[in-house]
């Protein structure tokens, strides 16, 4: 068997694992699937079907990536540990903020196609995602800190 058969071949049973252990990425599956086969009934331009696409592939690759950092972290350590829990935290937190990204591009993609929603509209849920991130995490901390002096 030929090097690269073999690598095509490891790649395919790493991705099968991952569905198999994987809830989150079994529906972002179903998700993305979904999303493509809608894709076939709406008039899309090229540009939009491109960001249809990268936005699917995106958070599925996150998803992936986020599977395998808890895989190294439970290797690392099963205990319950802070740093463990920090970097399951973030790598949660980049699946997350690919999630969004990708329902923005969904807004602005198929709220054209389907509904004939304006760009705002698009505009508009990623500015509040940008904003709300920072926002809520630094009431979360002033409360905490909050509660933890009294
Ligand atoms: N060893 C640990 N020490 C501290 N916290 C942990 C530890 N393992 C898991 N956690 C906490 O539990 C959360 C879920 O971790 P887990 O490994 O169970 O992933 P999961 O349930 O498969 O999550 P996901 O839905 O993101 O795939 C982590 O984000 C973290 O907050």
């Known amino acids: 068997m030929s090097e690269t058969l073999s690598s095509f ?3 395919v049973e790493g991705f099968s694992e991952a569905i198999g252990k994987e809830r989150n990425l079994k529906l972002h599956f179903a998700i993305g699937s ?5 894709s076939y009934v709406l008039e899309l331009t090229a540009n939009e079907l491109l960001w249809l696409i990268f936005a699917v592939f995106s958070v599925i690759g996150m998803e992936l990536l ?3 950092v808890e895989s190294i ?5 099963i205990k319950p540990h802070p740093t463990v829990k920090f970097v399951k935290d973030v790598a949660a937190g980049i699946v997350l903020w690919y999630s969004l990204f990708a329902v923005v ?4 993609v198929l709220g054209r196609a389907m509904f004939g929603w304006s760009q705002s509209v698009g505009k508009l849920i990623a500015l509040i995602f940008v904003l ?4 809520v995490s630094l009431i979360w901390r002033v409360v905490s800190s909050w509660r933890k002096r009294r």
């Open 9 to 11: 071949i490891h790649a």
């Open 34 to 38: 979904f999303v493509l086969l809608i």
């Open 66 to 68: 986020n599977t395998l």
């Open 73 to 77: 972290m439970d290797l690392y350590e």
């Open 105 to 108: 591009v969904g807004v602005i």
């Open 132 to 135: 709300l991130f920072p926002t």
